[in-house]
């Protein structure tokens, strides 16, 4: 009998060869039992069967034996890999709220004013009562006023505007200087020097002198008259007749 250990593992190994043999065996030994008597040859032929059974027998034990047994592999369950995905936390810098650059500040320029060309005037010349009047310089050496226009002849002869003294004018009436009949006290007279710079005077006296500066009520203006004194101010003077002269102040 073959043992059950050796069957199990032939049994395992899926060897023909032990089935085989222990089907011979078992066989065996069933005929021999129910043919107790046989003839010698027989019993001859019987016993080699036997011997070949047993050698197969012991051939295919001993051949098991040196089997390499293959164990199959036991699955192993996968490891469960954890795949730790370091995410890199990238902190987000506040967006510097971007400064659109000043524009540098315009400084409000004034409104261009277009100068307005002052009207240069005449030089040398008296206006009085809408008329003009060209003067020249003079001075106490001249024994009459020119022929046409004016001059000066006392006070500061050379007149300025702003010389804070006064000036004598001379003219003819009738002739250039006839309008100053016609003046009141408060009536205007505009003067300019010699580069056309005017200044306007008002009347505040009017007087009628003899060729000495005195009134008839027996009063002296000369001084007054030809003098440089009283501030800015001027003089005018002309003829009322062959005697009396006509002096208008201004200021």
């Known amino acids: 009998m073959i043992k059950r250990g050796l069957l199990k593992t032939m049994l395992f190994l899926g060897v023909s060869v032990s089935v085989l043999a222990s089907g011979v065996?078992?066989?065996?030994?069933?005929?021999?039992?129910?043919?107790?008597?046989?003839?010698?040859?027989?019993?001859?032929?019987?016993?080699?069967?036997?011997?070949?059974?047993?050698?197969?027998?012991?051939?295919?034990?001993?051949?098991?034996?040196?089997?390499?047994?293959?164990?199959?592999?036991?699955?192993?369950?996968?490891?469960?890999?954890?795949s730790t995905t370091t995410q890199a936390t990238t902190t987000r810098q506040p967006v510097a709220k971007q400064q659109v650059a000043a524009k540098p500040a315009v400084a409000k320029q004034a409104p261009r004013v277009t100068p307005v060309a002052t009207k240069?005037?005449?030089?040398?010349?008296?206006?009085?009562?809408g008329v003009a009047i060209r003067y020249i310089i003079g001075n106490r050496s001249m024994g009459a006023a020119p022929g046409n226009g004016a001059a000066t002849w006392g006070g500061r002869t050379n007149?300025?505007?702003?010389?804070?003294?006064?000036?004598?004018?001379?003219?003819?009436?009738?002739?250039?200087?006839?309008?100053?009949?016609?003046?009141?006290?408060?009536?205007?007279?505009?003067?300019?020097d010699g580069q056309g710079t005017g200044r306007t005077y008002h009347v505040?006296?009017?007087?009628?002198?003899?060729?000495?500066?005195?009134?008839?009520?027996?009063?002296?203006?000369?001084?007054?008259?030809?003098g440089t004194g009283g501030g800015q101010r001027i003089t005018?003077?002309?003829?009322?007749?062959?005697?009396?002269?006509?002096?208008?102040?201004?200021r």
């Open 236 to 250: 005018l003077q002309t003829c009322l007749g062959s005697y009396w002269r006509e002096i208008v102040f201004a």
């Open 120 to 129: 240069r005037e005449a030089a040398h010349t008296i206006t009085m009562g």
């Open 204 to 226: 505040y006296q009017i007087a009628k002198v003899n060729p000495n500066g005195v009134t008839a009520n027996k009063v002296d203006l000369w001084n007054q008259i030809v």
């Open 25 to 82: 065996i078992s066989h065996s030994v069933a005929a021999s039992a129910e043919q107790p008597q046989v003839s010698v040859s027989n019993q001859v032929a019987h016993t080699d069967a036997l011997r070949q059974s047993a050698a197969a027998a012991a051939f295919a034990e001993n051949r098991a034996s040196h089997l390499v047994v293959a164990v199959k592999p036991t699955a192993t369950a996968p490891v469960a890999t954890t």
């Open 159 to 192: 007149y300025s505007n702003t010389s804070g003294q006064n000036t004598h004018f001379i003219g003819h009436n009738p002739g250039s200087f006839a309008v100053m009949t016609s003046l009141g006290i408060g009536s205007a007279i505009r003067v300019t």
